[in-house]
């Protein structure tokens, strides 16, 4: 079933956004939910090698690159500090998208003008070769978790963020790693059957953007799949080898859309 507005009529689409790749590309990535952070170093090792070795001419980050992003001061943190650093140093050399997460979202514009990405609003359409792939995060898409869907309105309410954001630094961080410990323990109680995106809103957003295919993160379900026929799925892997094996590419080139492993050093 496809989303209601309070009224009971179908939710507002999106705007249509667009991003036509130059002819002169032959090769675009596509990744998400790395959630990067001081205590995954090897993720982060491994994110920065691609950036710097993939053949790709432009990367499109799908949100979550972040663990959390509390504001545009984390980046005084080390950590945060190192990631834009390196993303400005791929950025000098090929095209780097960047699409926020349900984690990052707090990302501004002038973060992104500090490292030379372009930001990309969720969701949007990409021309490539005779093709048009809508690109989102995919978490506005996941309409079963009513409670996530009622706090992640609040969070992106101007109201909630200029509160949040006046306070210090230290208390951001405080209150964010709390939310994430309440979302982990829900997760953990009641599993993620809430975490996949409803196809009825999917195909619709597709159908009146003028898209045939999707590609998203946040559920960290990798795989492809028919949303109905003639509007297909693409969900990309979440990273994490620090405690497992996971990382994955999906990559774009004139004759075909498939997964590849990260480039290395």
């Known amino acids: 079933m496809g989303e209601r507005a309070a ?5 507002a689409l999106p705007s249509l956004n667009e991003f036509e790749a130059p002819r002169a590309w032959h090769c675009i990535d596509f ?26 001419d432009a990367i499109f980050i799908l949100g979550d690159l972040f663990e959390v992003w509390v504001g545009d001061d984390a980046a005084t943190r080390p950590f945060e500090r190192h990631c834009l650093e390196t993303l400005a140093a791929a950025a000098s050399h090929r095209h ?31 021309g490539a070769w005779g093709r048009r792939l809508l690109l989102s ?13 009622a706090f992640r309105a609040e969070v992106r309410s101007d109201a909630w963020q ?10 951001r961080l405080r209150i964010a790693a709390e939310i994430r410990r309440v979302s982990s323990e829900r997760q953990r109680f009641e599993g993620m059957a809430g975490a996949d995106v409803d196809a009825g809103e ?22 492809s799949s028919l949303l109905a026929p003639g509007f297909k799925r693409h969900v990309l892997s979440d990273w994490d080898l ?12 004139r004759d075909r859309l498939e997964r590849v492993a990260p480039a290395a050093a």
């Open 96 to 126: 780097i998208g960047f699409m926020v997460g349900n984690r990052d979202f707090l990302a501004s514009c002038g973060v992104l003008g500090t490292t030379g990405m372009m930001g990309l609003p969720d969701p949007t359409v990409l």
């Open 31 to 56: 990744i998400a939910d790395l959630h990067l952070n001081e205590s995954m170093p090897a993720t982060f090792e491994a994110f920065a090698a691609h950036l710097q070795h993939t053949p790709a």
């Open 202 to 223: 999917a195909v619709r957003w597709l159908h009146a953007l003028g898209a045939a295919e999707l590609v998203h993160g946040h559920t960290h379900r990798p795989g």
């Open 137 to 149: 995060h995919g978490d506005a898409l996941c309409l079963d978790d009513a409670p996530y869907q």
């Open 162 to 171: 200029a509160q949040f954001l006046a306070r210090p630094l230290a208390e």
């Open 7 to 11: 009224g009971g009529g179908p939710a």
């Open 242 to 253: 620090d405690h497992g094996q996971r990382a994955e590419v999906l990559r774009l080139t």
